[in-house]
Every structure is written in structure tokens, then in C-alpha cells.
């Protein structure tokens, strides 16, 4: 079998750069329109400022927000001795173990 053309094979490059280029797009406004869809607009400026304020994406300063009010509800039902919802006593994050939330793996959507 032969191999194409240099000019077959450029512009089968442009097109797979361009299907890149379209996926990155998609999933970029696919992440922005789930918090969107469970946020009110006031949710959704304070997540914002709060995302500005700490330097991260929206997705990851949420995330940790709903982190570390777990841990504060944890905390509370273990000081009042009541199990959170019935299952065992195991906290839904393990104590002593750093949860890597954002390893930089999304910058790529941030270029333009």
C-alpha cells in the first residue's frame, strides 16, 4: 500500500488538529454548562469570585467547597454521635490522605 501525498497527509493533520480543536471546545462548554445548570446566578458569582480568589478553575473551587463541608458535617455528627446516613462509620474522605483535586491536566482548555 502506498503512502499518500505530503499534501494528503498536511491536510489530514489540519483536519485532525481541527477535530481536536472542536472536541476541546465542546468539552470546555460542557464543564461551564453543568455548573450552570445546578447553580442559581447568585451561586454562580460567588463561585465565580471565590474561583478568582484562589486561582483555580470553577469545577475544582467547587469541588472543594463541597469537600470541606463534608468534613465539617462529618465532624459535627461524629462530636454529637449520631452516623451520618445509617452506613458504616467510615468518612467519605480518608483522614490523613491529601485528595489531589487539580493536577493542571485541564490548562489545556484555557488556551484560545
Given at each position: 500500500?502506498?503512502q499518500?501525498?505530503?499534501?494528503?497527509?498536511?491536510?489530514?493533520?489540519?483536519?485532525?488538529?481541527?477535530?481536536?480543536?472542536?472536541?476541546?471546545?465542546?468539552?470546555?462548554?460542557?464543564?461551564?454548562?453543568?455548573?450552570?445548570?445546578?447553580?442559581?446566578?447568585?451561586?454562580?458569582?460567588l463561585?465565580?469570585?471565590?474561583?478568582?480568589?484562589?486561582?483555580?478553575?470553577?469545577?475544582?473551587?467547587?469541588?472543594?467547597?463541597?469537600?470541606?463541608?463534608?468534613?465539617?458535617?462529618?465532624?459535627?455528627?461524629?462530636?454529637?454521635?449520631?452516623?451520618?446516613?445509617?452506613?458504616?462509620?467510615?468518612?467519605?474522605?480518608?483522614?490523613?490522605?491529601?485528595?489531589?483535586?487539580?493536577?493542571?491536566?485541564?490548562?489545556?482548555?484555557?488556551?484560545?
Amino acid at each position: 500500500m502506498a503512502q499518500p501525498s505530503s499534501q494528503q497527509q498536511k491536510k489530514r493533520r489540519q483536519q485532525l488538529r481541527d477535530a481536536q480543536r472542536r472536541r476541546r471546545a465542546r468539552l470546555k462548554e460542557e464543564n461551564k454548562s453543568f455548573l450552570q445548570i445546578i447553580l442559581n446566578e447568585e451561586l454562580l458569582q460567588l463561585l465565580r469570585k471565590h474561583s478568582a480568589r484562589c486561582g483555580q478553575p470553577m469545577h475544582i473551587a467547587a469541588a472543594e467547597l463541597l469537600q470541606t463541608r463534608l468534613q465539617q458535617l462529618e465532624r459535627q455528627a461524629a462530636a454529637a454521635g449520631q452516623p451520618g446516613s445509617g452506613e458504616p462509620d467510615e468518612p467519605a474522605f480518608p483522614a490523613g490522605q491529601e485528595l489531589l483535586l487539580y493536577d493542571g491536566q485541564l490548562d489545556l482548555f484555557n488556551r484560545t
